[in-house]
């Protein structure tokens, strides 16, 4: 028999997973031990059947998530459809432990651990030379550091790879915002 959490933090993947866990064992959390846990959806078009395992029709958990910006209809949707009522802004969302990252969780730990000491990660894990290689792609050739490292982390299993690496290299009064609000809410 599965054990019902006391919360549950909705993420978008499993990258989303491990860098909320990260965050709270380096603030000194221990999820499982306070009855939380951190739930990947598979992407956030799943969320409506976890809000209905979890929200006030199912289990009824205290509930959290973490999205993409531009994910935020499908989030607003989901949640007025399990039972939440009317969602009408961004600020409704946060009230209900719902936080958006600006692009996606690599950009927000791109901007907090800043480019120069990501591409140090990237040369530690041995990566340097493939990001060199995307770096002088005609598509990429030229744009800004931050968004040709992101394209490179946006690979799946890179991205889940780095995303504790990251939230690892992050100087705890840079943290993201939503990813502070997310573990905060529970």
Known sequence: MTTIPRAAILVEGI???RAI???AARRGRVLTADGISVVAMDGV???RRF???YGPHGSDVVLAGLYDAAEEGDVRRGLEGAGFGSVASRGELERLGFFACIEDLEDELIRGVGPDRVIEIVEER???GPFRTL????EWRGRPLDQQLRR???NSNRKIDYAPLLVDALDLSRVPRPLDAVLAHV
């Not at 770096?135 to 005609?138: A, G, N, V």
Request: a negative charge; aromatic letters at 4%; zero cysteines.
């Open 152 to 154: 490179f982390l946006g």
């Open 135 to 138: 770096q002088k792609q005609p």
């Open 45 to 47: 078009g799943n969320i």
């Open 51 to 53: 809000l209905d395992r």
């Open 15 to 17: 990258s989303d997973r």
């Open 126 to 128: 041995g990566e340097l």
């Open 21 to 23: 866990e990260a965050l």
